[in-house]
């Protein structure tokens, strides 16, 4: 095919966009821990974002990517790009962008992760654990829903991401969080948010690499990367004010609600982008907002410490992107009709994949979180954590 | 009157404030500081070697109080902020001459 | 027409940067109120463009671009985005992305309103003022001169929203600023920025987004794109140096100086950026830069608390802009002369859609301003106010 | 030529991204001084961008790129901009878009030196210095490479800037450094970091402009756009780990070690990213992240005050990526084979750019900055040193 | 010697530090701190239900002066800090024994 | 006991610190604080004006030792936070009365 110029500048730009939400997750974490962690956090961030592009170049891209094995994962063909070509491909871009625009969503992923072992995690540990998770958890999820895996051939839809992103990191920072406990202190006093406009930095980041995450996942620039982009706007728009409504009726309208509920909203449409309408993005958006919320409340009340709430956003917020997907996908946007406009195939169809998803990637996380604390510890030591991690794990002081 | 001027750990303020409260005693100052105390400092082991965190962050509450409530303010504090392990903290007390309140320009007895 | 691939892409791109430029107008706003108020700036920046991406959905769209009623406002044909298109529409675009593209611009001019009211808002009364503004304000002014109003009728020419969103929010927050009072102690106390570096950091994304705002503007990814880029850059240089200079001579060259000349000269290119010469782009900015620091210091001097200076950046920089348009257009560009090619009528066409949207933007405001104050308060309590909006309004702190 | 919209979009997003680099250094570097002088170092890059944006206009871009004389300079026939169209050009991009391209590097290059003489730079004369030094400097060496100077006749290769902006604003840093003397109690007490955080957003401003920074440099959305693009991630990633590891075993893995093993991978791979594969970049990005914190180490030892480590990474980072693109260049790539290929005369050719580069630059601008001290003083006094640069030079504070 | 603690609303320090200074008064060191008085907080209404905002930034100034300055120098400020609202804040007098310059290492008397 | 308060350059803390605990003592307590001296703030001169910086941050130490250990411990401060030249700061020492050991609510004597 003849190299489309457009279409390749709109990824190469899209990558670039979603490279910046990994240190986005990152300020936006990082503001909401305690001072003595903020470097910390960010610091993984980054480092997440260097172990994820090398282990992607040698491994990632291939076991996803690859040809299919047994529906479950790709076989090592590219592994260390053997092969991948800048001319033109099949799709008028060069192959290796599109290995590059996958490898971004890899990290961010991994990145998402960290919620649930913040303020507590011990650096060389976490290190091993996010090489096993992305290699054993992330890359099989991905090639179930992109590259030619089971969930692919079952026709589940999944845009930019919903299940292979969100609810994989979402549920694994659940699984991670159960196995390495709660911060010291947890419940008994309260661990407020020490610096919410860096969160709201981070949000902001974050709503703008999203038009790259779902816009660049139309793989063009064209009528369907516009639909992608608007939605995925107004979905966080309405995600936004309907947790900012909803906390408002329960006390104060915050401004972390407000980026929390934008958040839920993009999760949520992220699966979703390239198949719905403005009026489906509104809807997709407003349950976010509201059930994302819930769940965190729900969260907060079982004494729960997945810190920062990955489950409650990303997990939550992408199963509901999943199964509301398959049903509000409508045809003429995308060629596929989902439950509203008759097909119950392709409901049921998200459902498995987003279901198959979630238990794989709790379960899967669990046992490698459980192995890597049963082998070299996890967790810190209470001394360190006592005095935090910035300086206790990188000798760092805000 | 006497200032009592404990230097406690940060995660222990809440329930300190909650403890003066039900003893009825609202007015203090807050100042976020660091300190070090007997303990020289965290040690921290780390690939072999030792790293000395020497101050670590705590808040100091200063509270001035009648001479008779003294002994009752400091037990209020201590036991409220106490965890039992080392970094607890110091009351100090220090003799005040005069208070005066700026809006009226009063003084205090 | 056959879809452009590459103006898709760079108007996918521009719509993202303009986006960012709201929350830069939150940072730029929040560093330079007082610690207690510097969540609720950024909320405030964040709520805005979540609210009017609803509304922009709803009705703002087809107020501003459905079919001329009257000259002054467009019908509701596209309420709903009824009717709106994916595919390439006339322009080599998709139509939905022009939708999204006007979006962004409809957000940041309501942002740049909560100069006026900063500190001292009530929330729930801001609500309600923000989404009659963006109804009755924004969207006629749009309609006038980009929907086939009556200043387009005229030819006055305003390419990238000069008059639509500079002189309209500038002149919209003087207005409010009028109805709501001066925060307490204004003119007793100082009220020193403080955060600088978050102002600095805001200024940052706004000059970067103002290459989408302005050079997205040309609706293509050509020449006159590439002078549209190329001329914002260089007004913003020239405004920036011009004002540090200026603060120079009469005291300290102040950091704040120099990017509140670089947005003066940002402003007043605005609706010039796809008609002037680089020479023409370093007289309006040399002038912006000089010009708004004037009317600052005469907003000072008379204990006008239109607080973050909206007005005499935005309006009067906007003020400037939509004359030296009319001034410094030359037909080789684009095809328009201006005065000093002779052509007098330019001028004054744009002079009298300038002076309209001025006043109509100051006695609209003023009025809805003074409506919702009456039925339900603009502002808090004075202890609310005292305490900070960050804590009253959103239940957060720094 | 016809007009590739595609290449056009993303040469102006691509300058866009450059552009965010300039504050993205200012805050790099403003997170790293102390408190006292955060204001300043942010105001030098806002400073830095707007002298060089009109210099650039005025005089720059002719020097640069101009008919060449004596294989040293342009002559001054685009002086003005004179004569730089709007159209296709010949490469199917308008030519006033690659002077707004070169425009940015040109004031990246000019923020970078900004590290050798922070927190004591009189603001006056380092206007004065900055204007010499992007003329007398700058210019030239873009001249040399890039614009038909004899480094280009002679075959050397810089794709991105590696010699043009890194090299020379390293070494330039280091003599500036040299004349200026160290801060106030320099090696008498530590001067830490007061703002890692603010250190580590620059650093994500960075990595995200770099690809607009190389990725652009391929001045075509292509293939090698593409390849570019993907080996910069790679280096930066590999030079990051590289880093955070040596500092681990000389005691802690630091956020600090991190990201500026990632800007030295980066500054590394920028000659060589349209030359030489992934498996390259790899190699280029670890010896950059180890050679540059050797760099550091060794310049602290010796008790030399080039306070940001300018040098240490954009110089000697730089260099090692002129040589190394002489030796990694693979012929499949971009047509040019490297030492690895057989092609000892890259090599050489690269080299003796290389050095002739460092040469230039460290001679023109001791002499700059000698001339500079003796005539009007490059320094602030004792005084304002003491009180920091933002009260003394901005009376601002943070 | 005494020393003058006052804690005053941070928004009359300019005023505070004039009054000094029109006294001849220059030494003094200044404190961010958050304070509760008498008041108990602020109380905000929102929504029928009742939040208190408990702790309130404030300004801590410290000065030292001669026993003879006491009183005078406590008058400036209580006067310049006074805006006559709840809040206004307190100046406690504590006892100084000695003072001494670090750069000279003598005592002043 | 005494409190001793010492108000000193921030880049001598690292002297301060190292001398005391050369000298054995440990404890102590850090305020970041603002402070202007008998020098009335800096001056500084630009385009034929004048602007006075008046206050200059600076770190306060507050260490309680025995009254046997006072004058050691002021001379030991005093003597490794001079730099000789203005604005080196100061030393106040204030009677305190009682201290006591939030850990175990112990009094020290
Ligand atoms: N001699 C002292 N003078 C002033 N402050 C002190 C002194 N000793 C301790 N402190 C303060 O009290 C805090 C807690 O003291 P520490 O000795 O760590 O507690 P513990 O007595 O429980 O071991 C220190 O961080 C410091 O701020
Ligand atoms: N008993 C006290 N001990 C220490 N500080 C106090 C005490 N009472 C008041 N303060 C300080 O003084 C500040 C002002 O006191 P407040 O009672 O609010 O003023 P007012 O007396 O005008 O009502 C408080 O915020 C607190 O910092
Ligand atoms: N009378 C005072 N009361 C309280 N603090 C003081 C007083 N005089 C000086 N200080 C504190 O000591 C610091 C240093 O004092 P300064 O007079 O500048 O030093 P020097 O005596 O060396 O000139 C001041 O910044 C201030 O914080």
């Not at chain 1, 930095?201 to 990367?225: D, P, R, V």
């Not at chain 2, 040690?43 to 509450?61: A, E, H, N, T, W």
Request: some cysteine; aromatic content about 10%.
């Amino acid at each position: 095919m003849v190299l489309d110029t457009g279409t390749t500048a709109w990824l190469l730009i899209s990558t670039a966009l979603v490279m910046l939400m990994t240190p986005g997750v990152g300020f936006f974490y990082g503001g909401l821990v305690r001072r003595k962690n903020f470097i910390s956090m960010v610091a993984l961030s980054f480092i997440v974002f260097a172990l994820v592009s090398i282990q992607w170049v040698v491994l990632g891209y291939s076991l996803s990517f690859g040809t299919d094995i047994g529906g479950f994962i790709g076989n090592l063909q590219y592994a260390g790009l053997e092969g991948i070509g800048l001319d033109a491909g099949d799709a008028g871009y060069p192959p290796l962008l599109f290995v590059a625009f996958q490898l971004v969503f890899a990290a961010i992923a991994m990145a998402i992760v960290t919620s649930g072992i913040a303020e507590r995690v011990k650096l060389s540990a976490f290190v091993i654990f996010a090489l096993l998770w992305t290699t054993l958890v992330y890359d099989p999820l991905a090639h179930w829903a992109w590259g030619g895996g089971w969930a692919m051939s079952l026709g589940a839809l999944d845009f930019a991401g919903g299940t292979v992103v969100h609810i994989s990191s979402g549920f694994a920072a659940l699984a991670v969080a159960l196995v390495i406990g709660k911060r010291a202190g947890f419940g008994k006093y309260t661990m407020e948010p020490h610096n919410i406009p860096m969160t709201l930095l981070g949000a902001a980041l974050l709503w703008f690499g999203w038009f790259g995450f779902n816009g660049g996942s139309a793989l063009a620039a064209n009528g369907l990367a516009a639909s992608a982009f608007f939605v995925t706007n107004i979905s966080a728009a309405a995600g936004g004010l309907a947790w900012l409504a909803a906390s408002w009726i329960r006390g104060k309208p915050s401004s972390l609600g407000m980026v929390s509920g934008a958040i839920a909203g993009l999760v949520a449409i992220t699966p979703a982008a390239g198949y719905v309408t403005v009026t489906g993005a509104i809807a997709i958006g407003l349950v976010a907002g509201l059930l994302c919320y819930g769940c965190m409340l729900w969260r907060i009340r079982k004494d729960l410490d997945e810190s920062l709430d990955a489950w409650s956003i990303h997990g939550m917020g992408g199963l509901w992107g999943a199964l509301a997907t398959g049903i509000f996908a409508v045809a003429a946007i995308n060629g596929y009709p989902g439950l509203l406009e008759g097909s119950v195939s392709q409901f049921l169809a998200n459902a498995a994949a987003a279901i198959a998803a979630m238990v794989y990637a709790f379960v899967v996380t669990f046992a490698l979180a459980w192995g890597v604390d049963k082998v070299i510890g996890l967790r810190v030591s209470e001394e360190e954590e006592y005095v935090g991690l910035d300086i206790s794990q990188h000798g760092e002081r805000v | 009157m006497k200032l009592i001027k404990a230097i406690i750990r940060p995660e222990r303020l809440e329930f300190v404030k909650k403890a003066l409260e039900d003893e009825g005693s609202y007015g203090m100052t807050i100042l976020e500081v660091n300190g070090r105390g007997d303990q020289k400092g965290i040690k921290l082991q780390y690939r072999g070697g030792v790293m000395v965190v020497d101050f670590i962050p705590k808040v100091m509450i200063e509270v001035v109080v009648k001479d008779r409530d003294e002994e009752r303010i400091i037990r209020v504090i201590a036991d409220s902020a106490r965890t039992g392990k080392m970094g607890d903290g110091r009351i100090f007390v220090i003799p005040v001459e005069r208070s005066i309140r700026v809006r009226t320009g009063e003084e205090d007895t």
